[in-house]
């Protein structure tokens, strides 16, 4: 039989289509590679299930996600690979801790500055990217740290990246130096994490540190919305990036910025400490806070910083300049005994004082 031009194409265009079926099936019939999602308790039967979370953490393949069930898990953790760590609600059940083990926490990081050893309840090992923590409570009541070792809640170390998400880190105190959240980089190349949404308190040294040893700081810390409420230091940022949107109370300092950090602080609101905010960079960028019952609501330690458009309100001393300068402006200081203090004779910026008994004093 003869075939024509039409059905020869109608043929080939047919084996075309044979081809690419075969190929799809072929594609969807090979083993695929797609990341696990395992569960720690019983609230998600149909999941593989794991009674710790050490377990399912080291089960999880790159990429993968630990849900983990309400109810306390005595134990430390330690994350080396890429994952989504997340506390699961069942029923009226709705907060999963990570509590201290029976027999105490064990020293596992070093602090890149000065060397100290630590105890990380929550350890992201070096070199590690992308663990996201999000929806958990690490407690560290019960610690049996005897000397002036740190306990950290979480500890992201050199190298590492992701986002802590509505945590709550609490308890971390004791004999040793308490940190909340802590993420600290030390190598050339930049990394980033964001703390947010968090809520750190009873903790007896910092609530957030993050901290770079280079110049300038290769990592980027983005802090917001964080509730923080410590017996000494709120949040350090001896990095870059940005402190937005924050609520802090705190027995000594609000906001520290030492030397090293280009951290701009924006929006936060800072209440009962002895200084809201301590700027030790000229390359600091302070705006829009509001400082509240505070001995001094910011203290300058360094030439250049930007502070501008702050409300500081029942404080001794506003803005205490201690006879460095930079561009102040745009600020309110009310119900205060001395506005602006150890001012340089050449600072004339413009600011704005209500119901303060000293304007201004100089002496540099």
């Given at each position: 039989m003869k075939i024509s031009e039409g059905d020869?194409?109608?043929?080939?265009?047919?084996?075309?289509?044979?081809?690419?079926?075969?190929a799809a099936g072929m594609l969807l019939s090979a083993p695929s590679a797609v990341a696990t999602t395992y569960v720690v308790g019983r609230c998600q039967p149909r999941l593989k299930m794991f009674?710790?979370?050490?377990?399912?953490?080291l089960a999880s393949s790159a990429g993968g996600t630990v849900w983990v069930?309400?109810?306390?898990?005595?134990?430390?953790?330690?994350?080396?690979?890429?994952l989504t760590l997340v506390g699961f609600s069942s029923g009226d059940a709705g907060r999963a801790v990570i509590a201290?083990?029976?027999?105490?926490?064990?020293?596992?990081?070093?602090?890149?500055?000065?060397?100290?050893?630590?105890?990380a309840q929550v350890l992201v090992t070096a070199g590690t990217p992308s663990v996201n923590i999000t929806d958990m409570t690490v407690d560290g009541s019960g610690n049996n740290l005897s000397s002036p070792d740190f306990i950290a809640g979480?500890?992201?170390?050199?190298?590492?990246?992701?986002?802590?998400n509505k945590v709550t880190t609490r308890n971390q105190l004791g004999a040793g130096f308490g940190v909340g959240i802590w993420a600290q980089n030390s190598l050339a190349s930049n990394y980033s994490v964001t703390i947010e949404n968090s809520s750190v308190h009873d903790v007896n040294f910092i609530g957030i540190f993050v901290l770079s040893n280079q110049t300038p700081p290769t990592l980027t810390a983005t802090v917001k919305g964080n509730r923080v409420v410590t017996y000494a230091y709120g949040i350090r940022d001896q990095a870059g990036g940005t402190v937005t949107g924050n609520f802090i109370s705190a027995g000594f300092t609000g906001i520290t910025l030492p030397n090293g950090s280009s951290a701009s602080v924006t929006g936060n609101t800072l209440t009962d400490a002895q200084v809201g905010i301590d700027v030790g960079n000229g390359g600091n960028v302070v705006t829009s806070n509001v400082i509240w019952n505070s001995r001094y609501g910011?203290?300058?330690?360094?030439?250049?910083?930007?502070?501008?458009?702050?409300?500081?309100?029942?404080?001794?001393?506003?803005?205490?300049?201690?006879?460095?300068?930079?561009?102040?402006?745009?600020?309110?200081?009310?119900?205060?005994?001395?506005?602006?203090?150890?001012?340089?004779?050449?600072?004339?910026l413009v600011n704005?004082?209500?119901?303060?008994d000293t304007i201004r004093t100089g002496g540099c």
């Open positions: 020869r194409g109608r043929i080939a265009m047919m084996r075309i289509g044979l081809m690419v079926s075969l009674t710790t979370i050490q377990a399912a953490v069930c309400p109810g306390t898990y005595p134990e430390q953790v330690t994350i080396s690979a890429p201290v083990p029976p027999n105490g926490l064990q020293v596992n990081a070093t602090s890149i500055q000065g060397g100290d050893p630590v105890a979480i500890f992201y170390d050199v190298g590492t990246s992701g986002t802590v910011i203290d300058l330690f360094a030439n250049g910083a930007t502070i501008q458009s702050n409300n500081v309100t029942k404080v001794s001393v506003g803005i205490k300049f201690g006879c460095f300068t930079g561009t102040v402006s745009g600020n309110t200081i009310s119900d205060a005994g001395t506005g602006i203090d150890t001012v340089p004779s050449s600072f004339t704005t004082f209500e119901n303060v």
